[in-house]
């Protein structure tokens, strides 16, 4: 999940899984995977650098080991 900012300045976390494209024209819109889109206060730059830092945060977090008897 990324942290972000609709324009009117409500804060909500979105999975950025669900991010099919990002555009600045010049409000940032974010269109999901479903069709629906969402206009966020970030830039383009930004929700890519979340996105990504998300991605990374996501392949370090170690699987849980199982437990042999």
Do not use: H, W
Request: zero cysteines; proline letters at 7%; a negative charge.
């Amino acid at each position: 999940m990324i942290r972000l900012t609709r324009l009117g300045g409500e804060p909500f976390l979105l999975n950025a899984e669900l991010i099919k494209y990002v555009e600045e024209r010049p409000d940032t819109f974010i269109t999901l995977t479903d069709g629906e889109r969402i206009v966020v206060q970030e830039s383009m730059g930004e929700v890519l650098r979340l996105a990504i830092e998300y991605q990374q945060r996501k392949a370090f977090i170690p699987t849980p080991r199982p437990e042999y008897s």
